[in-house]
């Protein structure tokens, strides 16, 4: 349970937080909220001092039924936000969330410590190739179809049964590809509906035995307040429960917007299990 981000081990038996920084005019959450250079450089301070272990730089908008933008686009926005957060805290242990081989290997070649990958190498094959020359730790995620049409293929004949085979082929090409750090993302709220997202959470626990880190991104998502009737600006409470719950069934890092309140749920989780 430990990966190895930049020469540094990460033991992940202890839970961790990932803050989420999106880079995207139209996120679901925080969309054009991180604009210029004050603002997002003071947020990566908050999130580090905090307690964030990672931050997950995001330049594609995934959220369900998101424009598709160029990979140049993507680099334009991602590369200079990368490279002044290693400038401003050059210990950062920084991820990519990206689908795309060519700003995977770019932003590598920056200083990123590890790349959080929505398609599990599906979308760009190319993408596990970048991986193994970089010797970087992999979040595989699970998906179908691209973020334009995932909520289009939300129908399975077993859930848990469907997404378990999807990790096992999908370790399966890592490992032959000479890939050793594996981080898994059951995908809450990605060709899933509210009903399947609980019916995944609530099983969260059987994604243990593909013996890899399971990393939970609930924070926020539309699982949470359109239940709740709400929206996503009011969705913290309810994400501090679902954090909670993803924890006792194993999940090894919170991805999140709000890194201060999942670190005190760590805590009590923590308290709780000592």
């Given amino acids: 349970m430990t990966i190895n981000c930049k020469g540094k081990l990460i033991d992940l038996t202890n839970p961790k937080v990932m803050g989420i920084l999106n880079l995207t005019p139209d996120s679901f959450y925080d969309g054009g909220k991180y604009n210029n250079e004050r603002d997002i450089l003071e947020q990566v301070e908050k999130m580090l001092s905090w307690g964030a272990t990672f931050i997950d730089l995001g330049a594609y908008s995934t959220r369900p039924g998101a424009d ?9 926005r991602l590369l200079p936000v990368l490279e002044l957060v290693l400038n401003k805290f050059p210990d950062a242990l920084v ?6 081989s060519k700003v995977a290997k770019e932003a590598l070649e920056r200083g990123a410590a590890l790349i959080n990958d929505i398609s599990a190498g599906l979308l760009d094959e190319a993408m596990m190739e970048v991986i193994a020359e970089y010797h970087v730790p992999y979040i595989m995620m699970h998906m179908r179809g691209n973020p334009k049409t995932m909520q289009e293929q939300i129908f399975y004949e077993d859930l848990l049964q469907e997404i378990m085979f999807y990790f096992s082929e999908r370790l399966s090409v890592a490992r032959s590809k000479g890939i050793i750090d594996v981080l898994i993302d059951p995908g809450f709220g990605f060709s899933k509906t509210l009903e399947q997202n609980y019916e995944l959470l609530r099983n969260l626990d059987l994604l243990t035995m593909t013996d890899r880190p399971i990393l939970a991104g609930l924070s926020r998502k539309s699982m949470i307040y359109k239940l709740l009737g ?15 719950l993803a924890l006792e069934k194993g999940a090894s890092i919170l991805r999140v917007h709000d890194v201060a ?9 923590k308290q709780l299990t000592a």
């Fill in 68 to 76: 598709e933008i160029s990979t140049d686009e993507e680099l334009k």
């Fill in 230 to 244: 709400t929206d996503a600006q009011h969705a913290l409470n309810g994400t501090t429960a679902l954090n909670m």
């Fill in 261 to 269: 309140e999942a670190m005190e749920c760590i805590k009590i989780y």
């Fill in 95 to 100: 991820s990519i969330d990206t689908f795309k």
